[in-house]
């Protein structure tokens, strides 16, 4: 079992269960992999103890991680203390990219802000995500310009980028954003980015007016359905459920049902918080 090629590769779907017993790294790369499957309670159990880790980055980046999850289930405030946190913990540190995943100082500053700004845009705080996304952009033009893990950041930056355009109502200007989180994704690999990557820019086109459009988008997320149920990538595919009964209203009601089914078992492996969160949340069916 390769742990980066199941969290940053093209094994998003492996079995990384043996893992949640080894280095701490080892272990964060165990809760990433566990979180984008959809198995909440176990990726909770890994991430709560490495936060409290005494390296400062792997603590924060198991704080991001845990409030890419939280976000996930529709719980953007609770998700948005954790950001803080591990802001908080990369305090005093110089932040720069090493590793080709940007699993380090540098990558973890981004998380923290991307995390932040993806936040706001789940509370309806255009504004102060727009801010956060500027901060955090500002923060990768800092990092040393031919650092190996820039990709890994520069796909989030594009993600949340054109996340805040579809909430502003901007589809038409998401869409370029989409595309270079594609781009970024796909050359390095990432099977889990490059599907969530086909989801948002699947949301830009999705709300055009051009029958093109449409038609593509229709085409990357039944592609995305495919893909994604085969990869157990789970947290992608009721998504996809949802944009393709919005795009196929005759159909709506089948595809309604199929997301609710695939999120009652990704609910089922999530932890108390985690359901709660989706409960409350006006984001979950």
């Given amino acids: 079992m390769n742990l980066l090629e199941a969290a940053f590769g093209a094994d998003p779907g492996a ?35 490495l936060q409290r880790e005494p390296d400062p980055v792997l603590a924060s980046l198991a704080a991001s991680t845990l409030a890419s999850h939280r976000r996930q289930l529709g719980g953007h405030a609770a998700a948005r203390l954790l950001d803080g946190e591990a802001l908080a913990r990369l305090a005093g540190l110089r932040p720069e990219l090493t590793d080709p995943n940007a699993v380090d100082s540098g990558g973890a500053l981004v998380d923290a802000l991307v995390g932040l700004a993806a936040d706001a845009i789940g509370t309806g705080q255009l504004a102060l995500a727009r801010r956060l996304h500027a901060a955090a952009a500002a923060a990768f033009d800092g990092l040393p310009v031919r650092a190996p893990g820039r990709w890994r950041p520069l796909t989030r930056l594009h993600w949340v980028a054109a996340e805040i355009e579809l909430a502003r109502g901007r589809h038409a200007e998401s869409v370029p954003l989409a595309e270079r989180a594609l781009a970024a994704a796909t050359g390095a690999g990432a099977l889990r980015h490059v599907a969530k990557s086909r989801l948002v820019l699947a949301a830009g086109l999705a709300n055009l007016p051009g029958a093109a459009e449409k038609g593509r988008a229709e085409a990357l997320l039944e592609c995305d359905l495919h893909h994604n149920k085969g990869l157990s990538l789970h947290p992608l595919v009721w998504p996809c459920a949802l944009l393709l009964g919005h795009l196929r209203p005759d159909g709506a009601a089948r595809w309604h049902e199929r997301a609710k089914g695939v999120l009652s078992c990704v609910l089922l492996h999530a932890d108390p918080v985690g359901r709660r969160l989706a409960e409350a949340s006006v984001w979950v069916p």
């Fill in 15 to 49: 079995q990384v269960w043996s893992a949640a017993t080894g280095t701490a790294r080892e272990r964060w790369l165990a809760a990433v992999v566990l979180g984008g499957q959809g198995h909440y309670a176990a990726a909770t159990s890994l991430l709560g103890a």
